[in-house]
T-cell receptor
């Protein structure tokens, strides 16, 4: 069965510091992987996605993620965090031919001034 | 930029009452999804439509929840009767028609409806 684990429930970083949010997945075939961000009381905004090809994926707002098949991971990174990045981040895995996304529990990011 | 529209944004109701949520997907998107997000958790699929047909409703509590997408465009999700445990964010998403070999198409989410059941 498909599953997604985000080991860190809450992370606090200082503004300007680098960020890495962890995501591990379980899926029996080639995974299709996504990172979404959710501000309080809002819907989800797509940051980036991986379907195939280059394992380092660039997204919006300066985010990137690296797919590592051997580690079943798809970690999200940003070299320098801004206060506006404070939000909840969700990793998700999808099926090949469309269908539902399986989400992790989310990681809440706080940014210290 | 086209967006998924949802209404109402907030709904407060009493236990045993009926509630309904509306979603208008991005124009031309054939696939529509309803997710439920309980506070502190990730969204979970309730029902998926391909055009007007239900593709997956395996997690929809059918004794009290119903969903329809009559003309294959907008959709309504109904709960009757509402229970305390239904308090959550209800998110609608849409994606283009799946293309063979292209993998999961990106799902675009609306702002959600926050339901509080008292």
């Amino acid at each position: 069965a498909q599953s997604v684990t985000q080991p860190d429930i809450h992370i606090t970083v200082s503004e300007g510091a680098s960020l890495e949010l962890r995501c591990n997945y379980s899926y029996g075939a080639t995974p299709y992987l996504f990172w979404y961000v959710q501000s309080p009381g809002q819907g989800l905004q797509l940051l980036l996605k991986y379907f195939s090809g280059d394992t380092l994926v660039q997204g919006i707002k300066g985010f990137e993620a690296e797919f590592k098949r051997s580690q079943s991971s798809f970690n999200l990174r940003k070299p320098s965090v801004h206060w506006s990045d404070a939000a909840e981040y969700f990793c998700a895995v999808g099926a090949v031919q469309g269908g539902k996304l399986i989400f992790g529990q989310g990681t809440e990011l706080s940014v210290k001034p | 930029e086209a967006e998924v529209a949802q209404s109402p944004r907030y709904k407060i109701t009493e236990k045993s009452q009926a509630v309904a949520f509306w979603c208008d997907p991005i124009s031309g998107h054939a696939t529509l999804y309803w997710y439920r997000q309980i506070l502190g958790q990730g969204p979970e699929l309730l029902v998926q439509f391909q055009d007007e047909s239900v593709v997956d409703d395996s997690q929809l509590p059918k004794d009290r929840f119903s969903a329809e997408r009559l003309k294959g465009v907008d959709s309504t999700l109904k709960i009757q009767p509402a229970e305390l445990g239904d308090s959550a964010m209800y998110l609608c998403a849409s994606s283009p028609r799946p293309t063979s070999g292209k993998g999961t198409d990106t799902q675009y989410f609306g702002p959600g409806t926050r339901l509080t059941v008292l």
